[in-house]
């Protein structure tokens, strides 16, 4: 499939990612509050674990000046759990779908779309919240408010590459589901998003220091930390790999679905 035939559909792709907006939180009392709320909880527990009784400190961000763990924390919470969510919701969206795809053919690929779409849209509302506080702070992040919003764009096409490949790989290795897991777990702690970059200083061989720098996550994380918690530029050099990372990504992840979607209807 072409990105052409994608744009023709995009009103299917469209009305996707309203179902999955309108069903997120239908008859929760808080509604899409909670989509602030759960991340919220999470820092508090990770800055008591880590910046109490491990007594992790948070690097004062230069030039913004801010010195807060919990911010620190969320900068770098928020981008993971949208990619996260675009794994976990996108891995499931083909088998989730089962009975649509062996009834009619329409451009598959937009069950995955729909649900990048969505955990976009309540990653943006996350982001304007964290904006807000770190203003508040005294973190002039308007100046490079542009710059994140690539780098969440960026983020987007990186996890929506990933999900492409999972979501058709699941239909045909099951146990994928349940190994993925387990991946996403290690992959978050091999991230510095509760602890510091500069903790794992002689703390851990070369070799696996180099591994964990170049964590494509770790890359991601580090960037925000700089548009959002420093307020400042992440460099072009950074920008640059991020932005092939996530074309890379992208295009594998498309053309490992469309060959995998060719036998879908008997898979499933």
Known sequence: MTISELVASRELLWNLTLRELRTKYRRS????????LNPIATAAIYSFVF???FEAVAPVGAPSGVENFAV???????????FALVQVEGMGSVLGNAGLIRKVY???ESLVFAKVLHGLVQFSIEMVLLCILLLFLGSNVVIWLPVT???MLMLAAFAAGIALALSVLTVYFRDLTYLWAIVLQVWFFATPIVYPPNLLEGRVPS?????????????FAAAFRRTLYDATAPGWTTMAALALLSVVSLVLGWTIFSRGSRRLAEEL
Do not use: H, T
């Open 51 to 53: 910046g109490v009784l």
């Open 72 to 82: 620190f924390l969320l900068c770098a919470l928020l981008p993971w759990n949208f």
């Open 29 to 36: 009392v808080l509604g899409w509050a909670w989509s602030m």
């Open 106 to 108: 329409f451009v598959r």
């Open 207 to 219: 070799w696996a220091r180099i591994l964990l720098d170049n964590n494509p996550m770790a890359r």
């Open 149 to 151: 919003i690539l780098l």
